[in-house]
């Protein structure tokens, strides 16, 4: 059991619906085997508890450990290839990368540095966009699986329109997604995806071989793309007989509570109410969106059509890990919406990199807040003395303006620990608790 000592600062309800950030100062935590079992003031958990060992973090804030709900572990190593639309931008710096990951070697170095790319940022859990080859998703379990980190991932498959060697055939998808999950999900902190491309990528047959596993997979989860960049989605409608983007995968009853879509930049009214009815979640990636120049995010669309929405940094498309910088970027997307933006507050920007992720992903009752029955999975957050963001938070007037400091100024280098189920983890260069 450790007692932790900590501002600890979460959204347990929903900003977009009322809800309000929870602070509490000098806050107590006790943690057994990786659950929290009790929170309260300190000083009366302590004497309730006075031998346990107490790990003091107080010349900071404690946050849940957030949540990136679309992220490609094959792209790391070319985040910054900027300069291109969607579709040219795959062409030209993404599917090159793809395929070098046929070389299993190749693939377990590409995400030895994805986990640490992760733990750095103090992302604990994350949905996370396999590769096209078997071995390297392999790979990709195995180094998250040593991590301790929260991962949901799987085989990407795609039967058109990529390069040969990326392509695959719907029996081949299948089986090969069935062994990995028969290998992987369920296995610590590990869970499988079903994962086609997008659907430009994917004829109807791949995309029932998808349906069939993810009702033999139970618990496993779906993701993809969808509606992304207005090039890419008139391609769709041309190859699905004029089709929406949205009704490609949910003609095949892939859109349930446990789908997650990443972008949806350029949804139709009756997209919207697709997703909704279905409770499918949708990914919002704001500097992917900026950097491809794909277009502005319509929140206040997804939020009034009761569309589930959480965060992703969509590296390599995306411009890095941290969250607080997709946080911001997606603060700055609605600002430059004028009217038809939704104003986002720090506990808007902190529910949708922590607890509204893990709602998306279906764990929402075991991480996303610091509260008692939770996993503890948490960031410390404590920047180097005389840093912008130190003097802020020293001069910060309240918790709300804190955070948004926090937002603002943080950047991974930030993160001094990383918790995942009550256990340290450790990648990278952030400081231990306790230094001086
Ligand atoms: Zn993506």
Redesign the pocket.
């Known amino acids: 059991m450790t007692l932790f000592r900590a501002t600890v600062v979460d959204t347990p309800s929903n900003p977009f619906t009322g809800g309000r950030l929870r602070s509490d100062d000098d806050c107590g935590l006790l943690v057994q085997l990786g659950v929290i079992t009790a929170r309260g003031p300190f000083e009366t958990l302590r004497r309730v508890h006075p031998d346990e060992p107490v790990l003091d973090l107080r010349e900071g804030m404690l946050l849940p450990g957030m949540v990136d709900t679309?992220?490609?572990f094959p792209?790391v190593r070319i985040i910054g290839g900027l300069g291109l639309p969607l579709l040219d931008w795959l062409d030209q710096c993404a599917l090159p990368e793809e395929m070098r990951l046929a070389d299993v070697d190749h693939a377990r170095g590409v995400a030895r540095d994805f986990v640490a790319g992760l733990v750095d940022a103090g992302t604990t859990t994350a949905l996370v966009?396999g590769a096209h080859y078997a071995g390297a998703v392999d790979a990709m379990f195995d180094a998250a699986d040593q991590s301790g980190l929260r991962v949901t991932t799987g085989l990407v498959t795609s039967d058109r329109l990529l390069p040969e060697p990326l392509l695959t055939t719907p029996d081949r998808a299948r089986a090969e997604s069935r062994e990995l999950a028969d290998r992987w999900h369920g296995k610590g902190r590990l869970r499988y995806a079903v994962t086609p491309r997008?659907s430009l990528s994917a004829s109807d047959d791949l995309l029932e071989a998808c349906a069939q596993t993810l009702a033999e997979v139970p618990g496993s989860v779906f993701t993809s793309?969808v509606n992304?960049n207005l090039h890419e989605i008139r391609e769709v409608a041309r190859l699905f007989g004029g089709s929406a983007y949205v009704d490609t995968y949910d003609r095949h009853g892939l859109l349930t509570p446990r789908a997650v879509l990443?972008?949806d930049v350029h949804p139709s009214d009756p997209e919207l109410r697709t997703l909704a009815a279905r409770g499918a979640a949708v990914?919002h990636?704001p500097t992917?969106n900026a950097a491809l120049g794909s277009g502005l995010f319509p929140l206040r669309r997804h939020v009034d059509a009761g569309v589930r929405v959480s965060l992703?940094s969509?590296v390599g498309?995306?411009t890095g890990f941290c969250l607080f910088k997709e946080g911001l970027q997606a603060y700055f997307v609605q600002q430059l919406l004028g009217e038809a933006g939704l104003p986002l507050t720090s506990a808007h920007l902190l529910w949708l990199s922590t607890a509204a992720g893990a709602d998306a992903l279906g764990l929402g009752e075991e991480v996303g807040v610091l509260s008692v029955g939770r996993q503890f999975d948490a960031i410390w957050v404590l920047p180097e003395p005389g840093d912008p963001l130190a003097v802020g938070l020293a001069n910060a007037s309240s918790t709300d303006e804190a955070l948004s400091k926090v937002f603002a100024l943080g950047t991974t280098s930030d993160i001094a620990g990383v918790w995942v189920g009550g256990e340290q983890i450790a990648a990278g260069h952030w400081r231990r608790p306790g230094r001086p």
């Open positions: 679309h992220v490609h792209q966009f997008f793309h992304e990443a972008h990914a990636c992917s992703g969509d498309a995306g």
